[in-house]
């Protein structure tokens, strides 16, 4: 099975080789046919501590490396 692969944004790099990136998604509500908008917010693994607050990422699923951190970023 292919590793998925997001688009988001950093949101906060206050810990050493992790950010957390915002990801939104857009879906259309079944019943109210309007477009609603959800985001939720992924640890992932920064090795170089390259990437700073508003910078735009895309992240990759990888094996666990700590208790929540379960993706890295792989390029931005």
């Not at 099975?1 to 950010?19: C, E, H």
Request: hydrophobic share 35%; charged share 30%; proline share 4%.
């Amino acid at each position: 099975m292919p590793k998925r692969i997001l688009n988001g944004v950093v949101t906060s790099d206050a810990n050493a080789q992790t950010v957390t990136v915002s990801v939104e998604r857009r879906f259309t509500h079944p019943v109210l046919k309007k477009t609603i908008r959800k985001s939720k917010k992924y640890r992932a693994h920064d090795a170089e501590n390259a990437f700073k607050v508003g910078d735009k990422v895309r992240i990759q699923e990888c094996a666990p490396m700590s208790k929540t951190k379960r993706w890295e970023v792989i390029a931005n």
